[in-house]
């Protein structure tokens, strides 16, 4: 299978902190990941300005806005942005359980891609739980259209991503990033990809509030000739669209655990892919529950349907 399908659930081994800036808020953010129990998922720990701590779980359910990137909670109370870049890592380096302490409302966007994550993680290292991984396996197709654009889940044997998008400006165009999905495979060949905007909607952005920590050190900037600006160019001939699967990792890792199955996308963005993954969930013939069970005198791996419990974080 694509993606690496260990059998039992994993952590961190020690803490790990990173700290920058918000890509929208313009804001000072520290963050820090710390070891979890087996079975608590990935859970936002909000310090809020009264000194209480706001627990938001990273599920497509805790989804409270789309429009440029992804939240968790309500936007006019307690919530956590831009943790796609985060979740992709998540689920491309298969982490299970974490807890994530933030001390603002928006995930530090870095140098604009998923690799100071991929780093910090692996410098802390990933541990081996003694519980039984789970994944969601889909078993028939589920599409979702939105005019021109469409996402799509369809049963494969691994995890696999197709990511096509198509942009007016001649510096993107028509791109497609496609792979079968593991750790090895995110590290090199999507984890560095980053986001990316045009010159032309900065002040409108920056009217609305969006786009305050913006720079040339955390985004790919597309100039009013067309051309990137930034200094050094592009990491692939297409990382706009490994990035949009970058995206799309981290919005289904939302799904509180790994699909086996093949994503598929046109032109979609993080609305879509939310959607989707609520189509998804939301009907419960196109998918179930399974573990892997060792096979007798050491023949490998096969995967089981198991039992889910009717308040299982997946199930919406």
Request: glycine content about 10%; overall charge negative.
């Amino acid at each position: 299978m694509g993606i690496i399908l260990n059998d039992y659930q994993t952590t961190l081994k020690t803490r790990a902190t990173l700290s920058g800036t918000g890509v929208h808020s313009g804001k000072p953010v520290s963050i820090h990941f710390l070891p979890a129990d087996a079975d608590t998922g990935i859970v936002f720990h909000l310090a809020g300005k009264d000194g209480q701590v706001r627990e938001l779980r990273a599920l497509v359910s805790e989804v409270g806005a789309t429009d440029l990137c992804t939240m968790l909670g309500n936007p006019d109370g307690p919530h956590v942005a831009t943790v796609e870049h985060l979740m992709a890592t998540v689920f491309g380096l298969g982490i299970d359980n974490l807890v994530i302490e933030i001390d603002g409302n928006e995930v530090p966007i870095l140098d604009g891609s998923s690799m100071p994550f991929v780093e910090a993680i692996d410098l802390a290292g990933i541990e081996t739980q003694a519980v039984k991984r789970r994944f969601i396996r889909i078993v028939k197709p589920v599409r979702i259209e939105n005019g021109a654009s469409w996402a799509e889940f369809r049963p494969y044997d691994g995890t696999r991503f197709e990511v096509e998008i198509d942009f007016e400006s001649p510096a993107i165009g028509r791109q497609k990033f496609a792979s079968d999905i593991n750790a090895d495979v995110f590290r090199h060949d999507i984890a560095r990809a980053r986001t990316f905007g045009f010159m032309k909607d900065v002040e409108r952005l920056w009217a609305a509030g969006y786009a305050l920590g913006s720079s040339l050190e955390n985004s790919l900037v597309i100039g009013d000739d067309h051309k990137v600006i930034n200094m050094g160019g592009l990491r692939f001939p297409n990382e706009f669209a490994r990035h949009k699967t970058l995206d799309a990792m981290g919005d289904l890792a939302l799904a509180g655990a790994c699909f086996i199955g093949c994503f598929r996308s046109y032109r979609g963005g993080h609305r879509l892919n939310a959607a989707a993954l609520r189509r998804l969930l939301s009907d419960r013939s196109a998918f179930e529950i399974v573990e892997t069970t060792r096979r007798e005198r050491g023949r490998g791996a096969e995967m089981k349907a198991v039992s889910a419990p009717l308040h299982a974080p997946w199930i919406l």
